[in-house]
């Protein structure tokens, strides 16, 4: 960043992935993309790394030291000097360890996660490249919509919260391609 290669945005992106090894493979990685570009290469990347974590049922938790200090006995240290805490097992549920439960819905995916699939996992609102955290009703339940796909879509967790829900973003028409999006619309707007 302080040679002018990259931007504060791109930096921040590369330093969440990057270690001392790859940082000048992703820095020039980032100079051919745009930042949207690249946050989803990130993004990417880190549900892949996620995924793999739960096929191998272990668990990537990273938390000040503090709190590892509270949460176990520091029994290492990780690559970047701080502590590593181990614990005996998993929490358990009804004297089952928590890894074990399986899911009720075999087969079927659930419809949010159909949605999610539907929108590619990126929220809807035009010009946002952030992963999507929820599932808006377009036209709301209690106001007669239902759960088909053509009334739900893709949002993450700021448009959703504060935009739609707090009125200065409203969505309506089908999605997942027929959407009218009207920004400003709240009573301070």
Known sequence: MREGRVSYEKARLVARVADDRSAEEWIRNAEGKTCIALRREVAAREEAEARQLCA???LDLRMPRRVVLL???PSGRQEG???VARTRGLP???GRALHRDKPLLRGRKPRRAR???RDKGHCQMPG????AAHVHHIRHRSLGGGDEPENLVSLCAAHHLHGVHRGWVK?????PDALVWELGVGADA
């Not at 969505?171 to 999605?175: I, L, N, R, W, Y």
């Open 81 to 83: 000097g701080g502590e």
């Open 128 to 131: 946002c490249s952030r992963v």
């Open 92 to 94: 358990r549920s009804g």
């Open 71 to 73: 949460v176990g006995r």
């Open 56 to 58: 191998s049922r272990k």
């Open 115 to 117: 949605v999610l699939d």
């Open 171 to 175: 969505v309506s028409g089908k999605a």
